[in-house]
């Protein structure tokens, strides 16, 4: 039995205890042979007919993980900022990105790098399942590639380093900073195994899924090659990536003008969602100071209610952006709850980077009718192809459109832009830098950066 299945099992049989002795003094605490009828061992996922509730909780695990990181990342970035009393937010909010001990950036990396270790565990055991003969429903094995292809690129769109690997007892060393670039491709090895077993049972949901990621995977990949290892502004910030054009097009022909596809916290499966914990009951963060109007007689912990809460305003009207105010209400207020999604990839984030190949092409006629289709599935008036030039164009579609999906911190490193709270000498304002491995890793693998609390010398 591994050391997380002892660590289960006493508190089940903790808890059978607690219920006795609160009945009658019946066992004793210190009773370690308490049957728990709800336990189940590892060997019971050897059998396929756990399939399907191993592709569940994948999927339930990795937006528990979303949920952890995305809100370092989009406080890190101008989309969220501190107004509470956590002064670690505040950090993040002020561009110290790099810090491994950070605690909101120590918490999530436990999360990131389960889910990591358990999308392989999941695909490994699907996959012997699948080669038995023994799989009931062989798109399980579909979704799951899906889930395994977001975690590895989430991992390298967020991290600087990372360790990857496959013993849950014996340390592993980091993949190192110039390695980080080859999870993309196994994000984009997955996709691609998602896609094939998709077509071949005939199942668009998962085809469009995966088109549409590895389109998203292509594209960042590219972008992580024209920040690292300079980590500056690139001269050329504009991303042209034939494949990921490739796979956008395709994706688009089977998407919705308004297709995402989201991964949602639920009570049932991961119950809520962390930065929105944060954000709408905590009230530590909240939308950034230039997408919203705070409201004063709420000590400006939350937007104003309605329209009068929208402060960024669409180029072309001048009026408060509709497509912010639609994400501000689903996301950034209290009524938005805790389980608030994220949306992975969606038919406007296809169009926009076909938008940015033929802008980086100096195609110019498709970039605006690439930028206008976006703005058809919102029911905004055509932009003229002129006001405001179509490279401001594009960074505020992108602003916009992708609001909360981690892209926004990249676009503000390689367009050369500051994030509003940023501190002139924090990390973030002078070099592109993101999450190092945590100090909670480095603590109990001496295979890690040491010592614990020291940055990477490349983010100093």
Known sequence: ???????????????????????????????????????????????????????????????????????????????????????????LDAGEVSDPVNEY????????????????????????FDKAGTLRNRIDMG???VMAGIVFMTIADMYDDFIIGSDRTNPAAPVGEANMVSLYDSAAAYFGKALALAQSLGNNEVRTQALGLRARVRFSK?????????????????????DASADATAALALMAATYRFRLTPTNANTGTNNF???????????????????????????????IAGIKLRDPVTNQPDPVLAKAIDECCRVASGLQVGVTVTSAKEMQLILAEAALAANNLTEMQTRINAARAAEGLPAWDGASPPP????????????????????????????????????IAARKACFFPIAFIERQSNTLAPQPPIEKAAYCT
């Not at 164009?393 to 916009?400: C, E, G, P, T, Y």
Request: with cysteine; hydrophobic share 40%.
């Open 276 to 306: 929105a914990s944060e954000m709408n009951s905590r009230q530590e963060i909240r939308a950034g100071g230039e997408y919203v109007n705070p409201d004063p007689s709420r000590n400006n912990l939350t937007p104003l209610a309605g």
């Open 391 to 426: 490279r401001d164009m594009l960074i505020h579609s992108r602003r916009v459109n992708l609001f909360l999906q981690g892209r926004r911190l990249h676009d503000l490193y390689r367009f050369g832009l500051k994030a509003d709270r940023w501190l002139p000498t924090s």
């Open 222 to 242: 590219a972008l992580w090659r024209s920040l690292k290892p300079a980590r500056a502004t690139p001269a050329n910030p504009l991303i042209n990536d034939a």
């Open 1 to 91: 039995m591994t050391r997380m299945h002892i660590r289960l099992a006493k508190v089940a049989r903790a808890g059978v205890c607690l219920t006795v002795i609160l009945g009658g003094a019946a066992c004793s605490v210190f009773d370690t042979e308490i049957k728990n009828p709800n336990a189940v061992e590892e060997g019971a996922l050897g059998d396929a007919a756990a399939a399907s509730i191993l592709a569940n909780g994948l999927n339930s695990s990795v937006a528990r993980a979303f949920s952890s990181v995305y809100g370092p990342y989009s406080v890190t970035s101008d989309e969220l900022t501190w107004v509470g009393s956590r002064e670690n937010w505040g950090l």
């Open 105 to 128: 950036t120590d918490a999530a990396y436990p999360f990131m790098s389960e889910v990591r270790w358990l999308s392989g565990y999941t695909v490994g055991k699907l996959e012997s």
């Open 143 to 145: 979704r799951t590639y």
